[in-house]
C-alpha cells in the first residue's frame, strides 16, 4: 500500500533534549536526532507527524521537495 502522494520533511534539532523528560528524548532518537544541527529525512507519514508534535519546541521542519517523482 505505498501512496504515491506522500512526501519527505526535512527534521533539524535546534535545541538541545537535556532537562528535557525521558520519553521526549526518546522521541528524539526514534527520529534519528541526537545534537543540535543533526538532520535527518524522514518520510511524510502519520507516525512521524505525530512524533514530531511531541518535539516542536526542539527542532525545526520543512517539507522536503521530491524532484524525482513520477508525473
Known amino acids: 500500500m ?3 502522494t ?3 520533511i526535512h527534521v533539524r534539532q535546534v535545541r538541545s533534549g537535556i532537562g528535557a523528560k525521558p520519553k521526549t528524548k526518546g522521541t528524539l532518537r526514534a527520529l534519528g536526532l541526537g545534537r ?3 538532520t535527518n529525512t524522514l ?3 502519520p507516525e ?3 512524533m ?3 518535539v516542536p519546541h526542539l527542532v525545526n521542519i520543512e ?3 521530491n ?3 513520477e508525473r
Do not use: F, K, V
Open 36 to 38: 543540535i544541527g543533526s
Open 67 to 69: 524532484e524525482t517523482q
Open 52 to 54: 514530531l508534535r511531541r
Open 6 to 8: 506522500s512526501g519527505s
Open 2 to 4: 505505498s501512496d504515491d
Open 43 to 45: 518520510p511524510d507519514r
Open 48 to 50: 512521524i507527524r505525530g
Open 63 to 65: 517539507a522536503a521537495i
